[in-house]
């Protein structure tokens, strides 16, 4: 078992919807908890991260953290077409960030 | 501004050759990570330092060498580049991984 498991997709959703990305761990004493947007042939950046349960929101992102069930998830409300990239869950581990493969998210005008 | 930068951006090299990559951050961050990423594929933890002379291997085996003479400074050593070595390098640093990592803009190295 992976220790960040994310579905790899595409998930495709059209303008203006919501998009739902999902990330499952495995390391119950994790404490710190990053989503990173990549695009294409470029270095991943920072776009959230949340250390406590529930809902934190950053403009259209929002965070969800459940660490009864190991679940962090990340929803993006009115997608735009500059949201298409692959979303990285990333979560503390033994000091180290441990990536999961990322969702690929296509959002179509 | 405070930032991380690697060079050179692109490389191509023949297979032998000795290549450095260079990774240098003016955020003061103890912490500094290499990453290696193939398209479309994981992030892979190749070596991390926690501080000046301090250097460990990360999950993926890797042929390269690091060094971490000074703080700001984590360059990445090949001593014979192979086609297998072809890849995107990326660069990291933190505070603390508590607060996420910065990434430098990756290298892509291409050996022939």
């Known amino acids: 078992q992976k220790e960040v498991e994310q579905n790899s997709g595409p998930l495709s959703v059209p303008e203006g919807a919501i998009a739902s990305l999902n990330c499952t761990y495995s390391?119950?004493?994790?404490?710190?908890f990053f989503w990173y947007r990549q695009y294409s042939g470029k270095s991943p950046e920072l776009i959230m991260s949340i250390y406590s349960n529930g809902d934190k929101e950053d403009g259209r992102f929002t965070a969800q953290l459940n660490k009864a069930s190991q679940y962090v998830s990340l929803l993006i409300r009115d997608s735009q077409p500059s949201d298409s990239a692959t979303y990285l869950c990333?979560?503390?581990?033994?000091?180290?960030?441990?990536f999961g493969q990322g969702t690929t998210l296509q959002v179509k005008p | 501004e405070a930032d991380i930068y690697q060079t050179p951006r692109y490389l191509v090299i023949g297979t032998g050759k000795k290549i450095t990559l260079e990774c240098s951050q003016t955020?003061?961050?103890?912490?500094m990570y290499w990453y290696q990423q193939d398209p479309g594929m994981e992030l892979h933890l190749i070596h991390y330092s926690y501080g000046v002379n301090s250097t460990e291997k990360g999950d993926l085996s890797s042929e390269s060498t690091v060094s971490r003479i000074r703080t700001e400074h984590f360059p990445l050593t090949l001593e014979s580049a192979r086609p297998s070595h072809t890849s995107q390098y990326l660069c990291?640093?933190?505070?603390?991984?508590?607060?996420?990592?910065?990434f430098g803009s990756g290298t892509r190295l291409t050996v022939v």
């Open positions: 990333a979560v503390t581990s033994t000091g180290k960030l441990i």
């Open positions: 390391d119950r004493v994790s404490q710190s």
């Open positions: 990291a640093s933190s505070d603390g991984s508590a607060y996420g990592y910065t």
């Open positions: 955020m003061g961050h103890d912490k």
